[in-house]
């Protein structure tokens, strides 16, 4: 259990990052925010590929990862390649920064709230009343953000990939990845088609 509430609180310091932005536009701007996450992504590649190819093994690693992760890519490191996708497709893809921040709040709070009330293997989908409380929490964490139909869309899509994941060729789909990248589509288009409902 210690080891579950240590993953959750490595989670929630991601958080930091777009409420900098948030908190202290001018000092620290997007771009700030996506060079910081460009050199997270590749200190983590480089690490991951140590781990995975050479055999470094940081008693951290043992303490952080989850069974299924030993010989995938890990949870952390799917968590800064979703941030770092969704940061980046805001100057690439002209995705809304309130939409990318709203994203990358769920997967730094809604997830670890989830996680925390009740987790799931690859197999299940989680318990009804948890993936409620997914849906309200990242559905308000957006609704200061964007619009609430955008909200709701983001919750719902963030929901899914928190409830469900899907193995593809005998690789479990982390929600470290899926859900700043689903919420982020959903809200982007909730955004651009239902405009301020």
């Avoid at 992760?69 to 770092?84: H, S, T």
């Avoid at 409380?133 to 957006?142: D, E, K, S």
Wanted: glycine share 8%; charged share 10%; hydrophobic share 60%.
């Amino acid at each position: 259990m210690a080891d579950e509430v240590a993953r959750r609180l490595v989670h929630v310091t991601g958080a930091t990052v777009p409420l900098a932005h948030v908190l202290a536009p001018d000092v620290v701007t997007w771009r700030v925010v996506q060079a910081f996450l460009a050199l997270a992504l590749a200190i983590v590649v480089v690490l991951e590929f140590l781990r995975l190819s050479v055999g470094l093994d940081w008693a951290i690693y043992d303490r952080l990862t989850r069974p299924y992760e030993q010989e995938n890519p890990a949870g952390y490191a799917l968590y800064i390649v979703g941030m770092a996708l969704v940061a980046g497709s805001v100057g690439v893809l002209g995705m809304p920064v309130a939409v990318a921040v709203s994203a990358m709040l769920m997967l730094a709070i809604g997830d670890p709230i989830s996680g925390l009330l009740g987790s799931n293997d690859a197999s299940t989908v989680k318990q009804v009343w948890v993936l409620l409380a997914m849906f309200g929490v990242c559905t308000l964490l957006a609704s200061p953000f964007v619009s609430p139909a955008a909200a709701v869309l983001g919750g719902l899509a963030a929901t899914f990939a928190d409830g469900v994941k899907p193995t593809v060729a005998g690789y479990v789909v982390d929600d470290n990845f899926s859900i700043p990248v689903l919420a982020a589509a959903a809200m982007w288009a909730g955004v651009a088609y239902l405009g301020s409902f």
